[in-house]
């Protein structure tokens, strides 16, 4: 900065952390700078604070590839997303932030009859839910999208997809610099580089968090930490089903704009769009081991690039140009944790393994409203951790993205 004239900064920098908070964030990803903007905003509760260890938006909010959609196999889950899909159009003009929201139509291809018959599952609960989906055939995909290979190299010839007309992509960082400005502009608390280190619980109910610049007190926690959650629970004493794989993803040099649908293809384990500055966004399934780590890998670029040209065979000279991975919290039934916890005062919001990002809206304003009243949003009812204690799962395995 230069002294008289300083740079303009987006958030407020704070010399400490307070003594109390009336509520404590972990984690500023989209999800918990998006529970902290509603906070702020519909509930009027500013004495929060939202603590991360690395940088805003450093989580999986910044390492993934943008694809929001609400084309789910279960009703709740496609009013969930739907309410999301929603909430996504307004952002840009409410954080006054170009978010790069675009809606482009999103295909997922069937190669067999056992897809074909998910696809129809999938339009007939979409549509049973007021959610735009269909079913089309190799006709509408020789015409949409020409330069694809339908026969996929001879041995996976695509035979119809399910298409969704609302299918989008938006520039990930902006999300979590909007919400988190929002939430700012509001009077929260942004502490960077502050790790949470434990958590106090007094009788059954949380009361104040240790982090690595000091002790806070406070009633109220939510951990939005995605694939640190079963280290956060650890320090609680409670036990969830998620488990920790990498989830891998790449970008090709740029080009000229040449594909405007998201097109998804499970059986290939390949997923492509094309962003605003021209670049392929590329990914595929879960790596097949469980790991805590962001390493990528040379097999995964070989893989994947393989399988984008069996859909693609002109983009053989193409270059890919960065790769990266982050560790998707993976539940059972391929639907999100959300809500109480047996401890009173901890809220949770997890269980987001590579689907998360398209609920950056709905999970601030659900989680937000679940913290203020202590009572979960009905909108989240179907995803609280207690579903796998009654074996009342929420199966979203079919619709939940790229094959696993
Ligand atoms: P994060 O963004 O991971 O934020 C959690 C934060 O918590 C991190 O910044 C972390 O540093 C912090 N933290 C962790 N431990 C602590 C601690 N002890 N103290 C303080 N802070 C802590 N979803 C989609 O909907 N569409 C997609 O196309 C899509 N593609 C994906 C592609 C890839 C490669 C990946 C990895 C994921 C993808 N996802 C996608 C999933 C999506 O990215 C996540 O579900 C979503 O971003 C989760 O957001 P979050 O805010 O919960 O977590
Ligand atoms: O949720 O649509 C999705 C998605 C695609 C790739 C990763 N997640």
């Known amino acids: ?62 390492r993934n590839t943008t694809i929001i959609r609400s084309n789910y196999i279960t009703p709740e889950g496609v009013q969930f997303y739907d309410t999301s899909v929603k909430l996504w159009q307004d952002l840009s003009q409410d954080f006054d932030l170009n978010l790069f929201y675009a809606t482009r139509g999103h295909y997922t291809l069937a190669h067999t009859d056992a897809a074909l018959r998910t696809m129809r599952w999938r339009a007939e609960v979409n549509k049973h839910c007021g959610v735009e989906s269909e079913v089309v055939g190799p006709e509408e995909l020789r015409r949409e999208i020409p330069m694809m290979d339908m026969s996929c190299g001879g041995h996976a010839p695509i035979i119809g997809a399910l298409y969704h007309a609302p299918g989008a992509i938006a520039r990930h960082d902006a999300v979590a610099w909007g919400y988190g400005r929002g939430a700012d502009q509001r009077g929260v608390q942004i502490h960077q580089q502050t790790e949470v280190l434990g958590i106090e619980v007094t009788a059954g109910r949380v009361s104040g968090v240790r982090t690595s610049r000091g002790f806070i007190a406070t009633s109220k926690v939510l951990c939005a930490v995605a694939g640190s959650t079963p280290r956060i629970l650890d320090m609680i004493g409670v036990r969830s089903p998620i488990y920790i794989h990498p989830l891998q ?49 040379l097999d995964f670029t070989e893989g994947l690039a393989a399988h984008m040209l069996e859909l693609f065979p002109f983009l053989s000279h193409v270059k890919i140009v960065r790769q990266w991975a982050g560790m998707a919290d993976m539940t059972p039934d391929f639907a999100p944790i959300m809500g109480k916890t047996p401890i009173e005062g901890f809220y949770l919001d997890a269980g987001w393994g590579t689907w998360g990002f398209k609920a950056t809206p709905v999970s601030g304003k659900t989680m937000a409203h679940t913290m203020v009243t202590d009572t979960p949003h009905p909108l989240i009812t179907g995803f609280s951790l207690d579903r796998f204690r009654n074996y009342a799962l929420t199966g979203e395995k079919g619709a939940a993205s790229v094959g696993h």
């Open 249 to 297: 993803a790449m970008v090709s040099e740029p080009m000229k704009p040449w594909l405007d649908p998201i097109l998804v293809s499970g059986s290939l384990h390949v997923y492509i769009s094309q962003s605003a500055r021209g670049e392929l966004v590329l990914g595929a399934s879960l790596d097949p081991y469980e790991l805590h780590s962001t390493r990528s890998t």
């Open 1 to 62: 900065t230069s002294g008289k004239h300083p740079e303009p900064q987006m958030f407020t920098h704070h010399d400490g952390l307070k003594k109390v908070y009336d509520a404590v964030i972990i984690g500023a990803g989209g999800h918990g700078l998006a529970a902290a903007y509603y906070l702020a905003r519909d509930h009027g509760m500013t004495n929060v604070c939202v603590l991360e260890k690395g940088y805003i938006g450093g989580g999986n909010t910044g």
